[in-house]
């Protein structure tokens, strides 16, 4: 069960979509969920959801960012949407050329933690990324130097929190953010 955010009702998406296993979903919590998004919504015109469909719905409603922003996933429950693309990670190559280049911010979250899938998401991010474009991502603490390598990125002190995932994740990105340079109180001994 979900827990709400202080002071905040539940996260609709929450609400409205249970995980799948057989696709490895596990979502954020209501808080981690509200962090992510205002920090996208602080750095970013155009963002690509990789794998990361609780962050893309909760953008606010009718904003330009929502209207202008995609969700790439292999779950095509969402397939009716428009900005919607049936995403498998294995095949970066189907990518629509027309997109190449045109995000200037990209979340990341995929099914799996190693090294051989990243290398996938690390070949679409740069794709789809415009230069300069910035870099949101998560996983486990172990991977950061191969993701500092591949993508940029470095952990932050905000861990997220992901209530039915087995792993305490890290949360990396590769600019700098004072929202994500705090402790997330619902990790409060992540270190
Ligand atoms: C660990 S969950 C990440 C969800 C994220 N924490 C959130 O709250 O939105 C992995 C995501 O990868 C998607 N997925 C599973 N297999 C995939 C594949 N082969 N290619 C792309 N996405 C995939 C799942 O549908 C799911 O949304």
Known sequence: MAMAAPGGGMNAFLTKYGEKEDLNQYWYSNHTIKVMVDEVVANATKACFLS???????????????KQ????????????????????????????????GTFDYIVIDPPFITEEVWEKYGEATKMLLSPNGKVLLTTIQENAPMLEKLLGVKPRQFAPSIPHLVYQYALYTNYESDPLAEVNPEIPSWD
């Open 69 to 100: 922003s995609w969700l790439f996933d292999l779950d095509d429950q969402w397939a009716n949407l428009p900005n919607y693309f049936k995403y498998d990670y294995n095949f970066p190559e189907q990518i629509p050329k027309e997109l190449h």
């Open 52 to 66: 990361t469909p609780s962050i893309y719905f909760s953008l606010p409603k009718k904003s330009e960012v929502r």
